[in-house]
């Protein structure tokens, strides 16, 4: 198809230094082309992050389904008798180390194509083959190819997983310009799509002028297309490229407050944050110490109204409300990385993991996290949730998916659904009651709102906010709830 085929901007990739964003970002400040913008270096500091990943990383080689693979299934008797005992392969499963893309988001004269250029141009000479296109122009060669494909094979056929793979070939690294959905045709195919990419080690980065939950806003049949905007937040790592700063004109970090997978990224996630949220200026970082109950709890990292602990330090020692409690009368933001999912097996971690959470939440304090898993896979794992849901099923006591849905898409909707979370748990032996699974349900809601945009930025003094009069009322707030908690 050479007409569609000329759409495609896939070229080899040259860059024999390995030269990353950042050196490039260096360069252009160094020649004064550019003035050095502490949020935009921070954005850039992200793009070499995936940069460092991509250094390692091979796309396995791409294998396109059959064509009767594509097709459906037999309704004869004969048929039926053929396929009752092989489900249909999942051909879509992505690969867990495929490294998390990128969709950065911000208004006109944000510095979209800057960024893409710098992180496009500056690609790792592993990646050979790289893909840059504007997404209105990808998704017209999409159905293009989609048409093609039904005209020769029936229209009956799943041409999507087919069009995918023709893609991967093409590329190891797609670049959108523009991501954007406005028609219902590309809305109904766009999750599959980008799944069946992502399944063939392909990784995603996209610009936009908006945040994924605003895409295909009051859309026809919208309800289908929010996997795709849940495959996006998995999947991608989301960047607000629209610079917010806070009275001390320190700019906020561009990503959410929750990381995962604990890849190279997570580290400068949680630095980030630890500087926004600490005061390094004034407080450098230091090792504290404080008393509780006869004994004393260390903190191992603190600067200002921050505090910082790995997973390990915080959770796996003998700690408990108590000393939560009496940690959030010293700190008002803790970042915690390396997060496990935690499994029946790791049950007491995870009990006292739910505490920890608790004891934020009602100190309205700010949580930054880095996970191994996705936070709805904290507690339960992909398995132990599929076999609850499967259960329910059967007992009428959970719905039935959607067609469009699939066990992930029901695992976010648990994240702000306290009565459906606690509808899959009932169906799960692994809890010892209805008081440990409400508090795991609990928790998993609690989690959903401190991510909030309103729960991070509240009482940071943020001038769009109202600056440090925002911040003082804040402060107010607190000292009340410490005099009560007393």
């Known amino acids: 198809m050479p007409e569609s085929t000329r759409c495609f901007a896939t070229v080899s990739n040259v860059n024999p230094d390995s030269r990353g964003p950042l050196d490039e970002y260096e360069e252009r400040v160094h020649s004064h082309k550019l003035r050095d913008d502490e949020h935009q270096r921070g954005i850039v500091q992200i793009l070499q992050d995936l940069h460092d990943m991509l250094t390692d990383y091979k796309a396995p080689q791409v294998v396109h389904p059959s064509i009767d693979s594509l097709k459906p299934r037999s309704k004869s008797f004969l048929g039926s ?3 009752r005992n092989s489900p249909k392969k999942n051909l879509t499963r992505i690969r867990p180390n495929l490294p998390k893309g990128l969709y950065m988001y911000g208004d006109v004269g944000s510095g979209k194509t800057m960024l893409m250029d710098m992180f496009y141009d500056t690609l790792p000479h592993n990646i050979t083959s790289k893909t840059r296109i504007h997404f209105h122009n990808f998704m017209q060669d999409v159905h293009k190819r989609l048409h093609a494909m039904k005209l020769e094979h029936g229209s009956d056929l799943d041409a999507i997983l087919y069009v995918a793979a023709d893609i991967a070939e093409q590329g ?10 406005t028609d219902v045709a590309d809305a109904m195919i766009l999750r599959r799509l980008l799944e069946a990419l992502m399944s063939h080690g392909v990784v995603l980065v996209t610009t ?7 895409l295909y806003k009051n859309g026809i049949q919208r309800s289908s297309f929010i996997p795709c905007i849940n495959l996006l937040k998995s999947r991608l790592r989301v960047i607000n490229l629209d610079s917010t700063t806070d009275y001390r004109k320190i700019a906020r970090p561009p990503s959410g407050v929750y990381h995962h997978p604990l890849d190279k990224a997570a580290i400068s996630h949680a630095d980030k944050w630890f500087r926004f949220l600490g005061d390094p200026e004034d407080d450098p970082p230091h090792r504290a110490v404080h008393r509780v109950w006869g004994r004393d709890i260390e903190v191992p990292k603190a600067s ?12 796996g020692r003998a700690t408990g409300a108590a000393d939560y409690i009496e940690l959030t009368k010293v700190y008002e ?17 995870a009990r006292r993991f739910i505490t920890f959470i608790d004891a934020i939440y009602e100190s309205r304090a700010k949580l930054v996290l880095t996970t191994a898993v996705p936070l709805y896979q904290l507690f339960m ?15 009428g006591t959970v719905k039935q998916r959607e067609e469009h849905e699939d066990v992930d ?7 702000d659904d306290l009565g459906m979370n606690m509808n899959v748990l009932k169906n799960s032996s692994i809890f010892s ?7 795991f349900s609990r928790a998993l809601s609690r989690l959903s709102e401190m991510g909030s945009q309103d729960w991070v930025e509240r009482g940071l003094g943020l001038e769009h906010r109202g600056g440090l009069n925002e911040k003082e009322g804040w402060q107010r707030v607190r000292s009340r709830w410490r005099e009560d908690s007393m």
């Open 81 to 83: 008798l053929l396929h």
């Open 333 to 349: 933001a803790f970042i915690v990385t390396g997060i496990p999912g935690m499994s029946y097996r790791e049950r007491d971690l």
């Open 172 to 181: 190891s690294v797609l670049c959108f310009d523009e991501f954007q959905c």
């Open 208 to 214: 936009s002028n908006r945040h994924p939950d605003d």
């Open 381 to 395: 794992s992909r398995e132990e949730i599929d076999s609850a849901l499967e259960t329910g099923h059967e007992a």
């Open 304 to 315: 200002g109204k921050a505090a910082m602990f790995t997973f390990d330090q915080l959770i």
């Open 409 to 415: 898409d029901v695992m976010r909707q648990m994240m």
């Open 433 to 439: 009651g209805d008081e440990e699974r409400f508090a």
